[in-house]
């Protein structure tokens, strides 16, 4: 008689629940996490990245037990696109705070972030960045902020140290440089940035050139580039810019020590496999794994084996979702006012990037850094610095034939 | 900036073509039979998916592939506007707006979840060829997509002024009531029409993928500039959108050149004001 066991069992957990402390018994069973990415439109193949890897590390809390400190408490993912615009990214959290989340991760572009977080801020809700860079998104402020990841100067700063590296290395092929972005926030900071960092280590800047976001031809930008003759192109746009712009460079036949770029959108692993002469020796100075830590390679395989495609994106997302679940964990709560001290405070470590110790100073955090990158044979190496690097750099790159 | 102005005029050209290739459908199914086709660029998107399909999946080069997608398109058009577009919209034309529109909803997130938003790329021996013509060295691929809208807007131009079906298509448009007093039947034929413009897309999408990517919102990039070509050139004249289209890429190219690539843009659309302004009917259009 299922109806009768379905009544005991029912009346057999209610009683058990009576029993409980009153402060178990509050705790919630599933703990929402918002997750805000632009899956359609022109950004979508970087958020759909984040959001599976932030969909993996909400797997991976759950088979491990849930929130232990709130009785096991599942996590449940409430995704939300954000389509590429500010405005819809910023009106999800106002959606999310409705569906009472604990914490929100997202949002892939900088631009997203700087609006879902500033009416995060409204509800005080615990938000962890996951892919955006740009400094303006933890300096404003704002207490409920969180980046475990580089931001943009460290990404830059780093980026020119492993510039000067290759460079001096070299011998000092590379004397002057022709920077290319995309010209919203993201690009547009990164360029100024470089802009100004590159004539500390003796590099000229030729020209800077912005484009929009979408382009849909390069040519210009390209016959510009190649009457500025410059050794050394510098990129900072989103993906499919990244690769038209390659492509048109490697048509054009642009003579160049190096092409480089800082958190390049497009420098990926199917860009490697699909255009392999377009890609060979692009270097790029972005966030990575340790290549020496198996718990990474073995990460990487799973997420591959899946079908998917592995990614920078995909350990932002991951690893965004794991600090924010360490926090409310640590918190004992959901409670923003517990949680975000609780994340301010956080020294996680349980990570297999190439970082120094976690320390949040003003929501970022300190011990993050990023890798000198490579496509090299179809495939992406770290080439800087030599810790992490599991192949030797090609710079200056052979001439354009 | 001098020494650039002839390779920026020769890619204004280049890309011109391009946005031809889109444009030539459109001005069949919105110039002629005044539908709205807000799926233009999700069929594109189709098309283009397709042609890597083939390549990826069979080994067919994208240009082999064109008779074959064509055909597939016109298919897949004639299917939308005999059981979806023509049902739904009911000879309305806000009807028949919402139908493209949802029929493009349901297509970009179809394509979604088929292949995520990635984006996509085939590398043909001559995708990364170029031809040098002195001082310029031009994407192959690119003058292969140029010559080919070349060829689609002359068949076009020559079935719609030279055959029955084109007559019959063009009496529709204008006088759908007198057209079906003759004999002709309009549903039969704004499904063929409708047909044939996503048969040209079939082929728009072979020409673009060698020196283009694909994803699910390629259309996107497309779309909005082939309405302007069909509205510029003048609604429902081949000559008209292939020339709109050499002028709006060539703007475009110009306008990038000399005031970059933010404020460049702007360009096309003060093009598209000023020839509206003293042609209401555009380049080519006839005036009724």
């Known amino acids: ?401 | 900036m001098m020494a650039l102005l002839l390779p920026a005029l020769v890619g204004g050209v280049l890309t011109g073509g391009v946005y031809a290739l889109v444009a030539l459908g459109l001005t069949l199914i919105y110039g002629v039979l005044h539908i709205v086709n807000f799926a233009h660029g999700s069929l594109l998107m189709v098309a283009m998916f397709g042609a890597w399909l083939l390549a990826t999946r069979l080994g067919l080069d994208p240009l082999a592939a064109v008779p074959l997608m064509a055909g597939a398109m016109f298919a897949i058009g004639w299917g939308l506007y005999r059981f979806v577009i023509g049902p739904v919209g009911r000879g309305d034309d806000r009807g028949v707006l919402l139908a493209t529109l949802g029929v493009a909803v349901v297509l970009d997130n179809a394509a979604l979840i088929a292949f995520t938003g990635d984006s996509r790329s085939i590398e043909t021996p001559y995708a990364l060829q170029m031809v040098q013509a002195g001082p310029l060295l031009i994407p192959l691929a690119k003058l292969v997509a140029f010559a080919g809208a070349m060829l689609i807007a002359l068949l076009l131009w020559a079935f719609m002024a030279l055959t029955d079906t084109g007559r019959a298509i063009r009496a529709v448009a204008r006088e759908p009531e007198g057209a079906a007093l003759v004999g002709i039947r309009p549903a039969r034929i704004f499904a063929l029409a409708y047909g044939i413009g996503i048969a040209c897309l079939g082929a728009a999408g072979c020409l673009l993928l060698p020196s283009f990517y694909v994803s699910p919102q390629v259309g996107g990039m497309f779309v909005l500039v082939a309405f302007t070509v069909v509205v510029l050139g003048g609604m429902g004249s081949f000559p008209g959108a292939v020339v709109g289209a050499l002028l709006v890429g060539i703007t475009e190219n110009l306008g990038n050149l000399y005031l970059g690539e933010s404020l460049g843009p702007i360009c096309v659309p003060l093009l598209f004001i000023a020839v509206l302004l003293v042609r209401p009917t555009g380049l080519f259009g006839a005036v009724r």
């Open chain 1, 1 to 401: 008689m299922p109806h009768m066991l379905t009544r005991r069992a029912a009346l057999a957990a209610g009683a058990a629940a009576l029993s409980l402390p009153a402060a178990l018994r509050a705790q919630p069973a599933e703990v929402k996490i918002g997750m805000i990415h632009p899956v359609t439109g022109p950004l979508a193949f970087g958020g759909s990245q984040c959001r599976l890897g932030g969909m993996t590390a909400i797997e991976d809390i759950n088979a491990a037990g849930g929130l232990r400190s709130l009785g096991g408490a599942r996590l449940l993912a409430v995704p939300g696109d954000a389509q590429g615009k500010a405005e819809i990214a910023a009106s999800l959290v106002d959606q999310m705070a409705e569906q009472k989340v604990a914490g929100i991760t997202g949002c892939y572009a900088s631009n997203l972030a700087l609006a879902a977080t500033q009416t995060a801020a409204k509800y005080n809700i615990p938000f962890s960045i996951d892919s955006g860079i740009a400094d303006s998104i933890t300096a404003r402020g704002l207490a409920n902020v969180f980046r475990f990841f580089p931001n943009n100067t460290t990404m830059t700063n780093q980026a020119i140290a492993c510039l000067d590296a290759l460079n001096k290395a070299a011998g000092g092929p590379a004397k002057t440089a022709v920077i290319v972005h995309e010209n919203s926030e993201f690009g547009t900071s990164t360029a100024k940035l470089l802009g100004e960092r590159l004539g500390t280590i003796g590099i000229a800047v030729k020209e800077t050139i912005g484009h929009a976001t979408p382009t849909r031809d390069f040519t210009n930008v390209v016959l510009r580039i190649k009457s500025a003759a410059p050794d050394l192109l510098l990129i900072t746009n989103y993906p499919n810019e990244y690769q038209l712009l390659l492509r048109t460079v490697y048509q054009q036949k642009v003579n160049l020590v190096a092409a480089y770029s800082v958190s390049g959108g497009g420098f990926s692993l199917p860009f490697a496999k699909d255009q392999p002469q377009v890609s060979q020796f692009m270097i790029d100075y972005n966030h990575w794994h340790n290549p020496h830590d198996p718990r990474a390679i073995a990460f990487r395989k799973r997420i591959e084996d899946a079908g998917h495609v592995f990614g920078w994106e995909v350990l932002f997302g991951y690893f965004a979702v794991r600090v924010l679940a360490d926090a409310i964990d640590r918190a004992g709560s959901i409670d923003p006012a517990r949680v975000n001290p609780a994340f301010a405070a956080s020294t996680f470590s349980d990570d297999w990037l190439p970082y120094g110790p976690t320390r949040f100073v003003q929501g970022q955090n300190q011990g993050a850094r990023g890798l000198g990158l490579q496509i090299q044979d179809a495939d992406i190496k770290a080439i800087w610095p030599a810790e992490f690097a599991d192949a030797k750099p090609v710079f200056p790159r052979p001439r354009a034939s």
